[in-house]
């Protein structure tokens, strides 16, 4: 687990490498590397093509083959493809012999240099025999071509943008693990993106492929774009994308139970292999459970476990956390986290993020803990709510679906609408006062959504009714929100459509909370929360082959009973007393809403009525202020992840000094 950058210029100096030219893309790629450092604290390095028009860098997190032969970038002696790799492969060793049967010779005992074995001998097809979590660059002489790709459910993050006429010196393409890296390079302006400030305030995060920064893309997981080097190497004729897997929406073939255990149970063996200490985060939940049992089950040695506690009684899981500690019986840690700790840490966790996210920060906290502990590698329960049916969505988005089906088309849809739409106005404009944002609040936004699944799972998780959202956005902001599908980019929505067309409900459900909240902001929000601490973490629950042998089983089996993920239990947790789980669902949270009217107050009250700042981003300063006001008097309808999002924005631009441009 590392970090990575790169450059791929029109530049080709067959005999001019110290052109000055050459020599500020050099320092282009080291200042990338640079705000890459907490990715990779043990080591790094610096590539260039031979005839220069090719830069990668490498922060390196040693975790398999701590020696200097695990060291990149890494370049075949003989093809003399190089390779700057993000990530682990859990299936390296078998990969490895195969590639040992055909008579390639290795120098290290590093999945790093099977993967750049593996693309010499088969090509752009290597990616499809991977099994792990990746972001990978990889140079090709023979083709004068470099390969970027992103693992199959998008865990690691690869950014890529395309700069023009610049001190670079001719046009070239930039990619990175992080998008902040790119602000830190000299030659990439920092101006937000109207779409994405828009896709912003309508979940809480930015779906990709665009991002908050204009101009800057995020790779689309299961992707690989690959770039022929020449005059103009971003030019839209160089660029090649390739989708090489496809999330399964019905099921491949029938599986048993029986086999789904065995292949989850070797999913999660799999991902302990590691040269650097092994942790689990345990919540006390059944998805943490359910992957410490079976890593205590596969590991030879006793397993760390991790949890957060916290002094509000209500939101502090810790109690529960020891208890299947040690009925599991590993060796178990409780970090107790007050509200001086949070403040203190505070500014240390809103760097870490990468893209605003009102997410994440919870995540730094365990790993830094973790970290702090002495771990390299920590196992997350992340996916199993979205793979068996965790969340309420399970249940009451098919409700709702049936329910809207049945609605009249016309003056019963116009009355809502009108109704409504008066009595929001009176609220905001006489009262000067939020209308609710949740629930009956929305009731306009289902309406529009009827009989549309993807509309209503939207609805259900946006931040803010339409409404809201046109108020609060300036003029460019709102034409960006006029173009989206339900928040979405266009282009997003129709394939997510298509991804559920035909599915049973609840596993449409499950292939829509994947790919958005899952694929869209959990996955990103952990990378860059742990790796601020050179954490790597990996997610067993959301291997790529696991995903397509439950699509074998019967809905019904891995689905019911709703929201009690009965099966994951069945595979996992038999052993254990079942009352160990049996108690309400309780997501890890921070208690922010407490501490938002308290001690974090001042903070966010500064930067929430700073009307220059506010309008800087691209949102109207009297709006944000209503909402802040009808928050701290506590208004139906109004739940502190609002306010909290519109900080994290104003945060992060302040902080990287970006702007919306005029």
């Known amino acids: 687990m590392c970090g990575i950058a790169g450059v791929i210029s029109g530049l080709s100096y067959r005999s001019g490498k110290n052109s000055t030219e050459h020599q500020k893309i050099i320092e282009c790629v080291e200042r990338l590397s640079a705000a890459l450092q907490h990715r990779g604290p043990d080591g790094d390095g610096l590539w260039s093509s031979e005839s220069g028009e090719v830069v990668f860098a490498h922060r390196r997190l040693a975790i398999l083959d701590l020696s200097e032969a695990g060291a990149q970038p890494m370049i075949d002696s003989e093809s003399g493809c190089a390779i700057t790799f993000n990530g682990e492969i859990y299936n390296f060793r078998e990969l490895r012999c195969e590639l040992e049967s055909l008579g390639e010779i290795f120098k290290s005992t590093s999945d790093t240099e099977v993967v750049l074995k593996a693309y010499k001998c088969w090509g752009v097809d290597f990616v499809s025999r991977l099994r792990g979590i990746f972001a990978i660059a990889v140079w090709d002489p023979r083709s004068r071509s470099v390969h970027l790709v992103r693992d199959h459910l998008g865990v690691k993050p690869l950014y890529w943008t395309i700069v023009r006429d610049t001190q670079l010196g001719s046009e070239s393409l930039l990619f990175t693990s992080e998008l902040c890296p790119l602000l830190e390079s000299g030659v990439v302006e920092r101006r937000l993106d109207p779409a994405g400030v828009a896709s912003y305030l309508s979940q809480g995060f930015v779906v990709g492929p665009r991002t908050i920064i204009e101009g800057v893309n995020l790779l689309a997981a299961a992707n690989m774009l690959t770039i022929t080097s020449g005059a103009k190497a971003g030019d839209a004729n160089n660029l090649a994308f390739r989708c090489y897997w496809t999330p399964p929406s019905h099921a491949i073939r029938d599986t048993s139970v029986t086999e789904l255990r065995e292949v989850l149970a070797d999913t999660v063996r799999m991902q302990l292999v590691s040269d650097a200490p092994v942790g689990v985060f345990l919540s006390g939940g059944i998805d943490s459970g359910a992957v410490a049992a079976l890593a205590s089950e596969g590991s030879r040695d006793p397993i760390h476990t991790f949890t957060i506690g916290f002094e509000e009684a209500e939101l502090d899981e810790s109690y529960f956390a020891a208890q299947v500690a040690a009925a599991i019986g590993t060796h178990h840690t409780n970090i107790m986290v007050s509200e001086e700790d949070f403040l203190r840490q505070l500014p240390v966790a809103l760097s870490s993020i990468d893209q605003p996210t009102l997410d994440g920060i919870n995540t730094f906290f ?24 965790g969340y309420p969505s399970f249940k009451e988005l098919p409700r709702l679906l049936r329910a809207t089906s049945w609605w009249p088309n016309g003056a019963l849809k116009q009355f809502i609408k009108g109704t409504t739409g008066i009595a929001s106005s009176f609220l905001w404009n006489n009262l000067h006062q939020s209308p609710p944002q949740t629930r009956w609040g929305k009731i306009v936004d289902v309406v529009c959504a009827t009989n549309d699944l993807l509309g209503l799972y939207q609805v259900s998780y ?44 609840r596993q449409a459900v499950s292939l829509l909370e994947m790919s958005s909240f899952i694929g869209e902001r959990l996955l990103r929000d952990t990378d860059a929360a742990s790796m601020a601490v050179a ?46 789980f049996d108690r309400p669902k309780s997501g890890f949270v921070l208690p922010i809403n407490s501490w938002a ?27 944000v202020q209503t909402l802040w006001a009808s928050y701290l008097k506590g208004k139906p309808g109004l739940h502190w992840s609002r306010v909290w999002a519109i900080y994290v924005l104003l945060a992060w631009c302040r902080r990287y000094s970006v702007v919306l441009a005029t």
Do not use: Y
């Open 535 to 580: 954490l790597e973490v990996r997610v067993p629950l959301l291997d790529h082959v696991l995903w397509e042998t439950l699509a074998g089983i019967d809905p019904e089996r891995r689905f019911s009973p709703t929201g009690k993920k009965q099966l994951l239990r069945d595979l996992a947790l038999c052993r254990l007393d079942p009352s160990l």
């Open 462 to 505: 946006s931040l803010f009714t339409r409404e809201t959202q046109e108020r609060m956005a300036s003029d460019q902001v709102r034409v960006a929100q006029s173009s989206q599908d339900f928040g979405l980019p266009p282009d997003v929505g129709r394939a997510w459509r298509a991804r559920i067309e035909g599915s049973e409900h």
């Open 597 to 623: 009217r308290h001690r974090l107050k001042p903070e966010m009250d500064l930067l929430l009525t700073d009307a220059d700042l506010v309008s800087s981003v691209g949102l109207c300063p009297e709006v």
């Open 366 to 389: 365990v790993s830094n803990a973790a970290r702090g502990a002495g771990m390299t590698v920590a196992l997350s329960g992340t996916g199993g709510d979205e793979l068996f049916g």
